[in-house]
């Protein structure tokens, strides 16, 4: 695998993991229109730099990160720092049937936190092409076999009592780059990933931009060839 596509999946697994962190302590809302505004939190705690783990209190504590693609889906074992200490991986484009794939998932992660002497974690967080952050669903994934509306909150929430959070994957990926990646530094960027499909994450002023429904910067799914061949979205001459 290319360098650049295994660290796009690397740095959406610790995204997750800062996403959960937020939301413990406040700072994100699961209501329509509501700022999210990720980096505040991290400016709170000194411990989210790699080079300052010494100072890191959550040194010990894990939470579990779940990359889901077209393809494949990666589930990580994230120490706080950043530091993705062990990974499982599955075929999504071998299920038909969400909720058997949830249960699925979340054997690898029991198996992750059994061979790695972890009994609890701090929450997961699942980045998904078009995951809603507020939703905590995924919403007519052209590029996945289960379709329609799949609440992916509720179903892990069937098996555990930790915090759930959900979000789109290259928001994800942006988000990534933006405290760990290539974006360290930068206020204002785009990400793309290239997968099964094609999408997209803005940063403006060092947030990341959600909109009111949890989808706005995403150019995945744009025309580029009209009358193309057939997307699964049910379009033509789509980008993926």
């Not at 302590?25 to 329509?32: A, K």
């Not at 959900?166 to 206020?187: I, P, T």
Request: charge should be positive.
């Amino acid at each position: 695998m290319p360098h650049g596509m295994e660290m796009a999946k690397k740095v959406r697994l610790v995204f997750m993991v800062f996403a959960i962190l937020s939301a413990k302590i406040g700072f994100t809302r699961q209501f329509s229109g509501e700022k999210c505004d990720f980096f505040s939190v991290f400016k709170r705690f000194s411990v989210f730099s790699p080079s300052d783990s010494k100072k890191d209190t959550f040194m010990n504590t894990y939470s579990i990160g779940i990359d889901i693609g077209g393809t494949n889906t990666d589930i990580g074992l994230v120490r706080n720092d950043g530091r993705v200490m062990a990974k499982k991986n599955i075929t999504t484009r071998n299920y038909f049937d969400a909720s058997i794939y949830v249960s699925d998932v979340y054997d690898q992660i029991k198996l992750l936190m059994t061979e790695n002497g972890v009994n609890t974690v701090d929450g997961i967080g699942v980045a998904a092409p078009v995951g809603n952050y507020y939703t905590g669903c995924i919403e007519n994934a052209s590029n996945l076999n289960f379709k329609g509306i799949t609440n992916l909150r509720e179903m892990f929430g069937k098996y555990t009592d930790a915090p759930i959070v959900v979000s789109n994957d290259a928001n994800a990926a942006a988000y990534g780059e933006l405290v760990y990646g290539g974006a360290r530094g930068m206020k204002h960027f785009i990400m793309f990933t290239l997968g099964t499909g094609v999408g997209s994450g803005v940063v403006v002023d060092g947030k990341l931009v959600l909109g009111k429904t949890g989808g706005a910067g995403e150019l995945g799914h744009a025309i580029l060839i009209p009358e193309g061949r057939l997307c699964g979205c049910g379009g033509r001459g789509c980008n993926l």
